[in-house]
């Protein structure tokens, strides 16, 4: 039997020759337009800080505030002693802000993913989820001990014909509201209809739509205009639009309730410092009151997508912040996105199993913090590397 790790390292050499090796970039600088990377200074277009809220002073000063009032860390869990006034308060205001009578705060979106999912169904019931969903709703389907079966891409067909052909005791399907590596929108409305009509539930991950989508910032739910018994569970995550960290569930009493009782990702690890929660209240006002900040990022998609067509880039159907040129050569596209790099360009190279295989391509994300002159900037350089 091989050593662990002369076992390790044959994967690993395995990967790097299917140029699918990922490598860590140490970045010198707080998350801008620009980042400082080995001494250079490249424009940042591969960050989820979709507002440019990550570096907003009055942020920074709400978390030094709060670090003054309550220090480092929380200390305990929320169940003993690390919920704090900080994340109570945050709570009520996520709640008011989605609309909903409760909201729960995780101290990442994967473990909001992983507890809800595992608090609600369990063995003999259903578990439904888009192909393209993200890897932690994934990952919390197989955890359970569900009947776990992924439909097509945005397919009502599809789920149509998994509920109809299910007697499970509960049914949970499972969506992003907006896909991570696609851009595009989950088709709520129809979806809510369907699991309606089979007595199923609805979870929307909705962590690259809260803040970015809606008239206020409220997200997927609020630009389609579903209700509470539409769409029952809500999940956003705060390291995104909203420039901090964690993440958070929005519902009714009794599911935060249950949550709180039975997830185990919330009950088993410790709070999320106060300080945090003390910036994401300042960062929730900022993100309801400056409507600018979304004009400005919708206007700036689209002069990249008119910009990109004329240049004759492959995009897909997004009309978010999220922009993939499709270069569909998972080696390329590692190539192309080193040619933009040395272009004063960063952007991220997405390859399998990320994405299937021969579907690479540059994710490209764009933020209210940008000016009209990078994204031409970036239309240039990807015009001069051949993408």
Not at 3 to 14: N, R
Not at 41 to 66: E, M, Q, R, V
Request: hydrophobic share 40%; with cysteine.
């Amino acid at each position: 039997m091989k050593s662990l790790d002369a076992t390790l390292q044959a994967a690993l050499d395995e990967r790097r020759q299917q140029h699918l090796y990922r490598q860590r970039v140490n970045v010198a600088s707080g998350c801008g337009p620009a980042l400082g990377v080995n001494g250079q200074s490249l424009l940042n277009f591969c960050s989820n800080d979709y507002l440019g809220l990550a570096g907003h002073p009055d942020i920074a000063a709400a978390l030094k505030a709060g670090v003054d009032a309550y220090g480092t860390g929380s200390g305990a869990s929320h169940l003993i002693s690390g919920h704090s006034v900080a994340h109570q308060r945050l709570e009520e205001q996520l709640a008011e802000f989605t609309g909903r009578p409760r909201a729960l705060l995780f101290s990442t979106g994967y473990m909001a993913n992983l507890g809800v999912i595992n608090a609600l169904v369990g063995r003999h019931d259903l578990v439904l989820q888009d192909q393209l969903n993200h890897a932690s709703l994934l990952d919390g389907g197989r955890l359970t001990r569900a009947d776990f079966r992924r439909y097509k891409h945005s397919s009502l067909s599809h789920l149509q014909w998994l509920l109809e052909r299910s007697s499970a005791r509960r049914k949970l399907v499972v969506t992003d509201g907006v896909f991570s590596m696609d851009g595009d929108l989950a088709p709520l409305v129809k979806i809510s209809a369907l699991a309606s009509e089979h007595n199923a539930w609805l979870m929307v991950d909705d962590a690259h739509g809260v803040g970015v989508l809606g008239a206020t910032g409220g997200g997927i739910v609020e630009q389609q205009n579903l209700s509470l018994p539409q769409v029952p569970i809500l999940m956003g995550t705060l390291g995104k639009s909203f420039g901090t960290f964690g993440a958070f569930v929005a519902g009714s009493e009794a599911l935060i309730e249950t949550l709180i009782q039975f997830a185990r990702s919330y009950i088993y690890t410790t709070a999320l410092p106060p300080s945090i929660a003390c910036a994401t209240s300042a960062s929730l006002k900022i993100v309801a009151q400056e409507h600018w900040r979304r004009d400005h990022l919708c206007a700036l998609i689209a002069r990249f997508r008119e910009g990109a067509q004329h240049i004759g880039l492959h995009l897909m159907a997004s009309t978010t912040p999220i922009q993939p040129v499709l270069i569909n050569d998972d080696q390329r596209v590692n190539e192309i996105s080193q040619l933009l790099r040395a272009k004063g360009i960063m952007v991220g190279a997405i390859r399998p199993p990320t994405v299937p295989e021969g579907s690479g391509r540059l994710r490209i994300c764009l933020s209210a913090a940008h000016s009209e002159q990078q994204v031409d900037q970036l239309l240039e350089a990807l015009e001069s590397v051949g993408a």
